[in-house]
């Protein structure tokens, strides 16, 4: 079952601006991350922040977690072509042995045009 | 540095045909191993994961079965594919702290 959802499933906006997706979540958590897929490919771990932080930053990306809100938010600043690809929230979960696994939202579709 | 390899990138299957998929990391040793399934267009679902050699545990009820002979080899198979098998397979292995790396995935048609 997924766990949350990404708002919006797509956006589409012009290079040079900025672009906020954001993700919900149902259950408690210990951190969340962000991925990102271009199209026909894998995965790419993008950020990853724990639930006793509220902000993160990585070059252009800029992370932000309210777990009273249980939410995120992933923001792209200064968009550029190479940016188009989907973009996943995730959250881990328990499993039995130890282990844990990732749950995904359902993406959001970014298109940056030139 | 640590990578993973999967293979192959795409594959076309008759129904009914069997199925191996393998998945290989480098750089790292007994790491958890995990293969998801992507439909068209939706986030990505867990089938099997492995913490161990010889160990599998199942997420969903499937066609599909999984094992892991070696301690960075995960393999994925079917004994007879169905249509609904068809997908995107990801490979991935958890980097503690950092993450999840994943392979660059097999697309798999089943005609």
Redesign the interface.
């Known amino acids: 079952s997924?766990q949350g959802e990404e708002d919006p499933q797509a956006l589409s906006i012009q290079e040079g601006e900025n672009a906020t997706m954001n993700c919900s979540y149902k259950t408690s958590i210990n951190n969340l991350?962000w991925?990102r897929q271009n199209s026909?490919?894998?995965?790419?771990?993008l950020i990853?922040i724990r639930s006793n932080e509220r902000e993160k930053h990585s070059g252009r990306l800029r992370v932000t977690l309210d777990t009273s809100k249980k939410s995120s938010s992933l923001l792209i600043t200064a968009s550029r072509a190479a940016d188009t690809a989907s973009y996943?929230c995730a959250t881990e979960r328990g499993?039995?042995?130890?282990?844990?696994?990732?749950?995904?939202?359902?993406?959001t579709r970014l298109t940056i045009n030139p | 540095s640590q990578t993973i390899h999967q293979w192959p990138a795409t594959l076309v299957q008759p129904v009914g045909s069997p199925l191996s998929l393998e998945c290989t990391v480098e750089g790292t040793s007994n790491p958890n191993l995990y293969w998801y399934r992507q439909a068209a267009g939706r986030g990505l679902q867990l089938l099997f994961y492995s913490v161990g050699i010889g160990q599998i545990s199942s997420e969903v009820p499937q066609n599909l079965s999984a094992s892991r002979p070696q301690d960075r080899q995960f393999i994925l198979s079917s004994k007879k594919l169905l249509l609904s098998d068809s997908g995107f397979y990801l490979c991935a292995w958890k980097n503690t702290g950092y993450g999840y790396t994943f392979g660059s995935g097999t697309r798999l048609t089943v005609v």
């Open positions: 997924q991350q991925y026909g490919r894998g995965l790419v771990h990853l996943f499993l039995i042995q130890g282990a844990q696994k990732l749950v995904f939202g359902q993406g």
